[in-house]
């Protein structure tokens, strides 16, 4: 396992300001997606780091959980929301944390996927599947780059890695190339919205 397995990793990126892939805002496809779906229930953002997302989620009438085992980006994001927000933004490890089973209508993901050692994909696609209700909404940011597991993060998924990946627990209903491709991610981005199926086992 990387480095990138150890909060410190993050917590040093964020100190130093070298977070390249901070979009700086509540990204376009997710601004489009939230106009469309109001009101849309309890939703999860895994590895929310400064999480410019939580308040845009709530504003649309979700109830929102946030997480990330950086200290130094929870203290960044709790700054950035009200006051009574502050408390569903959890410090803590993604893997570990004891949420309830099917405890969510809807996850978001935005480079928490690339972020993580390769070698844990599985889990987070297992804890994915566990931690959202069938028929919930698994949407957001998909980085594919085939790359060596040395050179990340991030971590590039290829395409048929992709769908071995999601294709026993998620049916995936959209998928568009990403309007808001940062640098890093140029060109290399997509915009996906799933839906967890009610397969189980
Ligand atoms: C590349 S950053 C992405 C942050 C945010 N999603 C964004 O789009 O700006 C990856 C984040 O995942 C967090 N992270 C990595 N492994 C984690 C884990 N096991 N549990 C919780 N957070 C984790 C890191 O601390 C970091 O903030």
Redesign the pocket.
Known sequence: MSD??E?QF?DTR?ESKQ?P???GSVPTALQAYLKKHPKGGRVL????????EIQAFAAAGYEVTA????SV?VEAARAKVDAALTEKIIA????QHPFAPASFDLIYE???L???DPAQRTAYRDRVAALLRPGGAYIGYFYYQKTDPKDG??HGLAWGESDLLFARHFLLLRDIPSPDGLAIFAGRERWQESRRTTHVG
């Open positions: 990138a397995t909060p993050w964020y977070t892939w901070d979009f953002i895994p590895g929310c780091g400064v999480g410019h997480i990330d085992f950086s980006a803590g490890d993604f893997f935005r480079t928490f690339c972020a993580i993060p991030p």
